[in-house]
């Protein structure tokens, strides 16, 4: 990857962390870039999974007739869990250890997958839609920790010279956005190939095995806890963070509002002609489109230090990019909404194109984001930090999700695409006070 496997700074000769409070002890530190390796290995597996499962939730019942609203509300609780999670798990990792909270989410995962496969098509919308949100918010907890544990141990691992933080924080999340992307084409595929409960046994079988083999190869010496970490350390006390974190939770908003529901099932209808095979043919092309779009913006995550010149920049001007994009970004579903406003057959490839655009604007804003959020925190309030910001995360994404099904539910893409831009435009507000 490119990336040189020197310890951090304050790392001794002999591999020793000095004491930086809950998030170290006297333990040996594993080399930096086989930890980092080992860790990212797990992050992937985890989000291979995630992203399956959200496509096959989201076409299945879709396909059962279920509404956008309806769709919405199976997400909802997912999200809630999310804000609960992340505003506990960094006190979880300073309690018992990054590699416990890790191992914790993939655990879970596979039990969120295995209750899934009990779901019977015969049940009641009053029983089954319940089923999918209790699971659904299990499988929202496994994220949340596995999320948290990856991101903070990239603060503890990575160089701290030549912008050696950004590079390595880049590459863990554009790489798990690449990976995640492949599942949502390989959660659509395994719909239209082998059907829902099939799909996530197999899923829960081959998570299994991952972590088994990531158990095995992972280095010893992460933090294991400390016994004098307080659950009441977990909010924020920086400013910086508390500003940043309100960003990103109406960024994600911003993106969630089309992503969730409104623009996958805007296309499934435009693009199927109402029979099973073509049901199942607008699977492939729904899912083949999230997935490239998934995959787009983590490469160009991955790719952010380089565009930005991150390397000769400070965190002030970095900082004061993080402005600048999200203005940017707020422009675009406000040109697509009024573009939506006159429907036609070359509405599909605009959109198709603007949301393209949009994804190349949000990556950069999101590596801005997950960059700043470490350089803001130190080594002994990483995981508290962390944990608070990826709770406005979450924050947003349910603020997005329930707006994607109501704005379509009420006005159609457009007012989808149109209350994307107001959620954008916030995100610009926010940021604004950071610089």
């Known amino acids: 990857m490119g990336l040189s496997p020197r310890f951090p700074a304050g790392i001794g000769a002999r591999g020793r962390v000095p004491d930086v409070g809950a998030m170290t002890d006297r333990s040996v530190r594993p080399e930096g870039l086989s930890a980092y390796v080992a860790v990212t290995a797990a992050y992937w597996a985890f989000m291979l999974t995630d992203g399956a499962l959200r496509m096959l939730v989201l076409l299945h019942f879709h396909e059962l007739g279920f509404s956008a609203v309806t769709l919405a509300w199976l997400f909802l609780l997912y999200e809630i869990a999310g804000i609960v999670t992340n505003l506990s798990a960094g006190w979880l990792a300073a309690r018992f250890g990054l590699v416990t909270t890790l191992y914790a989410g993939l655990i879970l995962q596979i039990v969120a997958l295995g209750a899934l496969s009990r779901l019977d098509p015969t049940w009641a919308m009053a029983l089954s839609v319940p089923f999918v949100m209790v699971v659904q918010g299990l499988s929202g907890v496994a994220k949340d920790l596995a999320k948290m544990s990856s991101k903070s141990a990239v603060k503890l691992l990575a160089p701290k010279d030549g912008g050696g933080l950004f590079r390595w924080v880049a590459v863990l999340t554009g790489s798990k956005n690449a990976v995640k992307g492949i599942g949502f084409f390989l959660g659509a595929a395994l719909l239209g190939l082998i059907g829902f409960n099939a799909s996530v046994i197999a899923m829960a079988g081959v998570l299994s095995v991952i972590l088994v083999g990531v158990v095995l190869v992972m280095p ?160 002994e309030r990483v995981t508290m930090d962390v944990g608070f910001y990826y709770m406005s995360n979450a924050a947003g994404r349910l603020l997005g999700t329930l707006l994607s099904g109501v704005s379509y539910q009420v006005g159609g893409i457009s007012l989808c695409l149109a209350t994307a831009a107001i959620m954008a435009g916030a995100s610009f507000v926010a940021a604004r006070r950071l610089a």
Do not use: C
């Open 220 to 379: 010893p010496g992460l933090p294991k806890g400390s016994k004098t970490a307080r659950f009441s350390h977990v909010f924020a006390t920086d400013p910086r963070v508390n500003r940043l974190s309100l960003a990103r939770m109406f960024l994600f908003g911003a993106r969630d509002t089309w992503f969730v529901v409104g623009v996958p099932v805007y296309f499934h209808q435009v693009l199927s002609d109402g029979t099973p095979e073509g049901a199942r043919r607008a699977f492939f092309l729904v899912g083949g489109f999230m997935a490239a779009w998934i995959i787009g913006y983590g490469a160009v995550q991955a790719l952010a230090p380089k565009l930005l010149k991150a390397g000769t920049r400070s965190v002030a001007d970095i900082t004061r990019l993080a402005v600048v994009w999200v203005g940017g970004l707020a422009l675009i579903p406000a040109a697509l909404a009024l573009a939506a406003l006159v429907p036609g057959v070359w509405l599909t490839p605009v959109l198709v194109t603007g949301l393209l655009v949009f994804g190349f604007v949000f990556a950069v804003n999101s590596s801005v984001h997950s960059y700043l959020i470490l350089a803001f925190t130190g080594a």
